[in-house]
């Protein structure tokens, strides 16, 4: 059944989406730590924060975004009004991940429902607490013929992959990502996938090596490494590398102290199965800080390593936890052969202090977006676009981005009558030669 609400209607039910939001502010931050003891602040500053201000900044804004936007006419189609008329594309699935479980479950939502759709959301199963609090929230918001949220595993996800949607949005892995893709080429349903990769981050020797060691450890064990668009890799000027594996002791200890498993400001990985996943990555040899764990409590510390193998079961897949490892190069041409190994990254850090390299590497690279002088921090502004490219996903969104997202664009051409030109009416005869000298004013 078709479920359609008008602009006024849409606004209305984001502002009681808000509203109950905040009322459940403190259970979203028991459910997070429940699911994977994520400290509060990171809850508050990455996943409740960011939630409530895309919908301040959403129910703002939506009747701008909704507007038919008026386009300079072509003057081939003289005499013309034109215009684009956005309509919402109508059932949307959405599917998203564990690691910021609140967050990218409710904020393509909140579009999906600006733009008009309407929406089942299937959260991750792996933060169990998590995916039933946005079940209530979303209960307790909308009508459930509008968005329906449907808990369960990859079989329930493959199960509603077989239905025919008008969009799907995808947050995860390249390889459910490939899954979602096939399913939606079936019944040629536009997709966006928000994927990963291996993000480097590159340090020349004019960068600031402390602050860019404070911003790397912030980014790197924030959510104990369970983000995307974490750093994955360090790729640093081999003259900078001693100094630099100081200070981003220094940093580590500053931030957690001694004993991180201790610190109720580091989070825990998801499973036993990812600990397990992590810890065989390692290998002991390499580790220079860290390399603590305890399976039980899943448990694994912030750890460094130094990586002379860019052939090592670590450097061949995302590693998605809290061990960092640091590679060293002699010059840019070395930069690039490293990068050239891997598919594009999601994410792309940079830290200098020459802006001609800054310029040069963000660039030249191919990447989702990212930093110069810092890590994670472009999630955080809503004009900019969020998203993949090749491996690491495709579409992008935020902000208003979000809204069109969510959108079908049609472009209209409104025809005056008060003047037809014949000159495009057959018969052609004789209007070639005319044709190929007005053309060559376009
Ligand atoms: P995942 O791909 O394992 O799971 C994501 C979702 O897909 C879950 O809801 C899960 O139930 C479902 N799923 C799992 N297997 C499936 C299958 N065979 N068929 C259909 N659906 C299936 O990802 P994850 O482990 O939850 O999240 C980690 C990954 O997500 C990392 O690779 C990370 O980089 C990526 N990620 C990307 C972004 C982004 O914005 N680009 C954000 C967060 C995480």
Known sequence: MNYKLNINERKEALVKLLDV??????????????????????????????VVSELKYTIKNINKWAKIRQVFPSLLNFPST????????????IISPWNYPFQLAVCPMISAVAAGNQIVLKPSELAPKTSAIVLKIVEKTFHHQHVRVIEGDAGIAQKLLKHRWDYIFFTGSVAVGKIVAKAAAEHLTPVTLELGGKNPCIIDETANLKLAARRIVWGKFLNAGQTCIAPDYILIQERMKSHFVDYLKKEITKAYGKNPKESPDFARIINEK???????LIEPRKVIFGGEADMDNCYIAPTLIEED????????????????????????????????????????????????????????????????????IHFANKRLPFGGV?????????????????????????????????FRYAPYAKKIETLKHILKWF
């Not at 939001?21 to 602040?41: N, R, S, V, W």
């Not at 193998?309 to 590693?319: A, G, K, R, Y």
């Open 274 to 280: 990812h600990c397990y996943r992590l810890m065989s």
């Open 82 to 93: 034109d215009y684009v008329v956005k309509e919402p594309y109508g059932k949307v699935l």
């Open 309 to 376: 193998s860019l052939d090592s079961s670590l450097m061949s897949e995302e590693i998605f936890g809290p061990i960092l490892p640091i590679i060293t190069y002699k010059d840019e041409k070395e930069i690039a052969q490293t990068l050239s190994k891997y598919e594009k990254p999601l994410a792309l850090y940079v830290f200098t202090d020459d802006r001609k390299f800054a310029r040069k590497t963000v660039t030249t690279f191919s990447f989702g977006g990212g930093c110069v002088n810092d890590t994670v």
């Open 21 to 50: 939001i905040i009322k459940h502010e403190d259970e979203i931050i028991e459910a997070l730590q429940y699911d994977f003891k994520k400290p509060p602040f990171e809850t508050i500053a990455t996943e409740i924060s960011y």
């Open 390 to 422: 090749g491996h690491s996903g495709m579409g992008a969104y935020h902000g208003q981005l979000s809204f069109d997202t969510f959108s079908h664009k049609k472009g209209i051409v409104k025809k005056g009558n008060w003047l037809d030109l014949h």
